[in-house]
């Protein structure tokens, strides 16, 4: 029997799940950023076309697809239903056709279209075989495998950090040039750096500062 990629999904999403199950491994997990992981760098957002156009309105999308650029190098959205619901609703048509270059062109979040949640899976299913079995890499929020240089340990502690990924933990590492002085900068220094807003600046010194046990402002 030919092996089966694993996936980690949000347990939320239980339409996927139940057609993802006859394909890969799943995983079942409380995802905080992102709706499945392929791999290591490949996290992946989905939304429905009623979804999208409700967190568009909300203000949510934009700070959805900043969390999933932030976390993974190789972000991707999944936009699941007919494209031409997209313009039903009471909203302008630039508004949707400007939020959609705007995920592609400033997020970096390639978009993938499919019809339904079984073909959601199935898409799933040969990224994650992709990712995992033909390229070989490892899937996890930050990877299974141990790092074994001093180089390495520094930027798999600093990519612990909610919303960095790889790439945005070597990035803090060149401007701060050591860990130590990553947790150490104030939002306004983290914000120095491109790429890094207020809320991800923000959202960093909230984990840092507070006390283990007590919530941290919403962000």
Not at 31 to 50: M, P
Not at 103 to 121: F, G, L, N, R
Request: hydrophobic share 40%; charged share 30%; net charge neutral.
């Amino acid at each position: 029997m030919d092996p089966k990629p694993r996936i980690i999904v949000d347990h939320r999403e239980r339409d996927v799940l139940r057609a993802l199950r006859e394909l890969a491994e799943v995983d079942e997990q409380q995802l905080a950023v992102g709706d499945f992981i392929c791999s290591e760098r490949v996290g992946v957002e989905r939304k429905a076309i009623e979804d999208f156009l409700t967190s568009l309105m909300d203000q949510r999308l934009f700070s959805q697809m900043e969390a999933l650029a932030g976390a993974y190098d190789r972000p991707l959205l999944i936009m699941e239903g007919n494209p031409d619901l997209l313009f039903l609703r009471n909203i302008h048509q630039n508004a949707i056709r400007g939020a959609l270059a705007s995920i592609a062109i400033d997020y970096k979040v390639p978009i993938i279209w499919t019809s339904s949640s079984q073909e959601t899976a199935q898409q799933l299913y040969w990224i994650a075989n992709r990712e995992q079995l033909l390229g070989k890499r490892v899937v996890g929020v930050r990877g299974k495998r141990p790092p074994s240089t001093l180089q390495e340990q520094q930027l798999f502690l600093v990519a612990g950090l909610p919303g960095i990924s790889r790439k945005r933990a070597e990035l803090l590492l060149r401007h701060f040039k050591t860990p130590e002085k990553v947790f150490k900068a104030s939002a306004e220094e983290i914000q120095e750096i491109d790429g890094f807003g207020e809320k991800m600046a923000g959202r960093i010194r909230d984990i840092l500062r507070h006390a283990y046990g007590k919530e941290a402002s919403a962000r």
